[in-house]
Nanobody, 122 residues
Framework: QLQLVESGGGLVQPGGSLRLSCAAS????????IGWFRQAPGKEREGISCVSTSGSTNYADSVKGRFTISRDNAKNTVYLQMNSLKPEDTAVYYCAARQYYYCAAYEGYDYWGQGTQVTVSS
């Protein structure tokens, strides 16, 4: 059974940065694409980034140019570096493992972490 644990969330001022981590245990992430999602209060969950097993990445328009996803297979961990944070980035952030090795539409994810809160406020 694959378990995912997010960490690195917190309170940050607008324009600041945070790095989220998604640590996996139980199974290797080597054969799975990994995505980051977020859900703000009263809004639907939004897929924001994905990294394939080969390292190919994609981003939602809302975070493109500000967020960077990366993976360290040796550590079985995926990261989301978030720069130039805005109040509208406030949400609970989740990582998820996809059933496939490639990224496509934000679907096909079968393992999810519990989420980490990111709050951007002055």
């Amino acid at each position: 059974q694959l378990q995912l644990v997010e960490s690195g969330g917190g309170l940050v001022q607008p324009g600041g940065s945070l790095r989220l981590s998604c640590a996996a245990s139980g199974l290797t992430l080597d054969y799975r694409a990994i995505g980051w999602f977020r859900q703000a209060p009263g809004k639907e969950r939004e897929g924001i980034s994905c990294v394939s097993t080969s390292g190919s990445t994609n981003y939602a328009d809302s975070v493109k140019g500000r967020f960077t996803i990366s993976r360290d297979n040796a550590k079985n961990t995926v990261y989301l570096q978030m720069n130039s944070l805005k109040p509208e980035d406030t949400a609970v952030y989740y990582c998820a493992a996809r059933q496939y090795y490639y990224c496509a539409a934000y679907e096909g994810y079968d393992y999810w972490g519990q989420g980490t809160q990111v709050t951007v406020s002055s």
